[in-house]
């Protein structure tokens, strides 16, 4: 999932050599399998370095319970103190990986704690994607004609081999891939914004 969560259920693509992304493994995925854990990474992750306060505020919940699961997943590697961020006494925390990597293999795992985890994690994983997608339709009138024009919501129904669906996977990865490194810079002369792109690949039983 991005700042996937970050990454790619499910597909094993490869990490580009000018991101840090988590490999999940068994312990790693217990670590991280908690719906306010996951929030607090992402905000890290896309917006920088902050305060439990600052993210209580945001999460809309309290600083203890925000404190409280930072720590949690600085213990997991997931996060760590930001001492060059302010002067006060608050600890500021940030984000150690840029995405995470979530494998297949974890869903079909032996211990069945690891298999629960695994389910938490991709149910939050697609509630997410819904959220993002309904805030979007419900603002896209703040937005540019011309940022309203850029945004796409598609679907589409294949008939594949299962190498098919991966390989399909694999290059739709390469190309988002070549957009990220060809990106202009923030606080360069053109206009950019965080655009948001889910993938979701699956296999249906027939109608």
């Known amino acids: 999932m991005d700042e996937n969560l970050p990454g790619a ?6 990490a580009t050599t000018e991101r840090k992304i988590r490999q ?26 902050a305060t439990a306060s600052q993210l209580a505020s945001r999460l ?28 006060g006494r608050e600890r ?6 840029e995405g995470t990597d979530f494998g297949h293999e974890l869903m079909g795992h032996q211990d069945p704690e690891v298999r629960g985890a ?31 024009s850029a945004s796409d919501m598609s679907d589409f129904t294949l008939r594949l081999t299962p190498e098919q669906g991966g390989e399909l996977s694999r290059r739709v990865h390469e190309l988002i891939e070549s ?8 606080d360069g002369d053109a206009e950019t914004a965080q655009m948001r792109i889910h993938l979701h690949a699956f296999p249906q039983p027939e109608s």
């Open 9 to 14: 259920p499910g597909t094993n693509a490869p």
């Open 24 to 49: 999940l493994d068994a312990r790693s995925l217990r670590g991280l399998a908690h719906p306010l854990r996951m929030e607090l990474l992402t905000a890290l992750r896309r917006g920088g370095p």
């Open 60 to 87: 809309g919940e309290s600083s203890g319970s925000t404190s409280y699961h930072l720590r949690q997943l600085a213990e997991y590697g997931f996060v760590e103190d930001a001492p060059e961020q302010g002067k």
């Open 92 to 97: 500021w925390w940030r984000s150690t990986h």
């Open 118 to 148: 695994a389910d938490v994690f991709l149910h939050w994983d697609a509630h997410n994607h819904n959220r993002e997608l309904t805030t979007w339709i419900a603002t896209r009138a703040d937005w540019s004609e011309e940022w309203v």
């Open 179 to 186: 957009y990220r490194r060809s990106a202009p810079p923030v």
